[in-house]
């Protein structure tokens, strides 16, 4: 079957680094993305890997390796508003997208 | 980005009605549309995928006669949930792709739909 773990909740502190991760087995692989969900709104995009490597946007960066089947998002100088829950989600050999749960990251000042 | 606009926010409905949910692509063609369902706490649950001017396809167990997909045009779709009960009540959300498989889904803002 398809598969994708994350943890379900971290907290972090204001102005620190925390990294997310996320695991996958699925039926082909056709890139990985990264999405944001505030409470009660729809998802945001952050980011999408398809090659190794780490692609960095901001104060978010994504890492990939296929081979391990393993991502991770990292969120530097974390603000309040970071509060939210984090969506992996890969697209799989028919391009449609297997979702993770979710990580809900709490910042406490 | 690309904006995908999704109407109505949130809806009240007695329970035995039906609740229509649009949703647009504003600034690009969307040649496929999902639909998804999401409980509280818990992940998004693709329920359809409709490619503009074809059937939509079902996921496993969800109800294709309760949840009507019409995906008319490239720049719209709708869901519409029948006979509505309050097990229904949920939040709903659509994405758009513009056509490249590969290419980024955009959201709408979802919609809070509360039978009663």
């Known amino acids: 079957g398809q598969n994708i773990d994350q943890p379900t909740e971290m907290t972090a502190t204001e102005g620190a680094i925390v990294q997310i991760n996320c695991t996958y087995q699925t039926s082909g692989f056709n890139g990985l993305f990264w999405y944001q969900q505030h409470a009660g709104e729809a998802p945001t995009f952050l980011s999408y890997n398809v090659l190794d490597g780490l692609e960095e946007k901001g104060r978010f960066s994504s890492f990939l390796s296929r081979s391990k089947g393993y991502s991770y998002l990292l969120l530097k100088e974390l603000q309040m508003k970071d509060s939210a829950s984090y969506l992996c989600a890969v697209m799989d050999s028919n391009y449609q997208l297997i979702w993770g749960a979710g990580t809900k990251l709490i910042i406490k000042p | 980005g690309a904006v995908v606009s999704q109407h109505p926010s949130w809806v009240i409905c007695k329970s035995g009605t039906s609740v229509k949910i649009e949703c647009r692509s504003l600034?690009?063609?969307?040649?496929?549309m999902f639909w998804y369902r999401q409980f509280p706490k818990q992940s998004l649950m693709l329920m359809a995928t409709s490619n503009e001017g074809s059937k939509a396809t079902y996921e496993q167990g969800v109800e294709k006669d309760k949840f009507l997909i019409n995906h008319a045009s490239l720049t719209l779709s709708t869901l519409t949930v029948t006979s509505a009960h309050p097990e229904d009540s949920s939040f709903y959300i659509c994405?758009?792709?513009?056509?490249?498989?590969?290419?980024?889904?955009?959201f709408g803002q979802g919609t809070r739909l509360t039978v009663v």
């Open positions: 600034d690009f063609q969307a040649t496929t």
């Open positions: 994405s758009a792709r513009d056509g490249g498989r590969d290419t980024e889904a955009f």
